[in-house]
């Protein structure tokens, strides 16, 4: 019997369901693919923060494992949540694709007033590094925002550049470095969920990169220390055992940011309790902001 794969029916998440499925062909292992329509794919005029977090776009998925419609599903590593169901395990990460944001503009940089994002991250280290712009709302996946920039609501847009490189897009703009635009904790990261069954974990975990694994590991132990989810503007970014981690406010004039060795995921919660000291001040401000009950 193939595995039969769940995905989100946007291009970007198909895609990446394909790339699952084409390596688990290449392993022998048989897949059949389904799409789940997700309460954050139906509701995308509001921030995430305001409907319930990333974990929107994985609730249904983790449903349709437990209930044994599908056996595993794909997701962008940065949309599961810390809180995750028992009997759904995440028993493979792919190799990192970029972890960097993309500012997609098609005016001159210079004459950028306007950007458009819904990220709380995204749009405080835009305020931090160009003051005096606007920041709006935008959300949808990525050929809605794309549109809605050649349209001319926007000035320019913020972008994983790992989507537009999957999607083998030519996106005018410039990467933004994630030393400077610390990314979201697993940006870049394609994971594989399943049932917690022996033999489903067994052939799923096939395509499990270690060095990948190690890295997201280090990010989610220090995002779960910090709390906040979406709520918070949090970047935090591990590399070869160089971990750099930044809490903002939510108008990009104050920050607290780290940067030190880290090589595993114990010392990851460490590194995670030590900032959320210096920079709690900060995250409970922005939960009161945005009005999130701890």
Known sequence: MPLVIGTRGSALALVQADRACALLREAGIGTEKTIITTEGDTITNFPLHEIGGQGIFVRALDDAILSGKIDAAVHSMKDIPAARPAGVV??????????????AHLVPEGDIRVIGTSSTRRKAQLLRHFPGLTVKNLRGNVDT????LSEGRYDAIV???????????????????????????????????????????????????PETRVDAAIERAVMEELGGGCYTPIGIYSVGGHLTAEVLSLDGKRQVRHEEGIRDPDSARSAGRRLRAEAGELIREAWERLGVKG
């Open 145 to 148: 925002r794309l549109r809605k």
């Open 90 to 103: 995440t028993a493979a990460v792919l190799p990192r694709d970029s972890p960097a944001d993309f500012l």
């Open 159 to 209: 972008l994983a550049e790992a989507g537009i490189g999957r999607l083998s897009l030519d996106v005018p703009g410039r990467r933004l470095p994630p030393e400077t635009f610390v990314p979201a904790p697993n940006q870049g990261i394609i994971a594989v969920v399943c049932r917690d069954d022996p033999d489903i974990r067994a052939a799923v975990a096939r395509l499990d990169d």
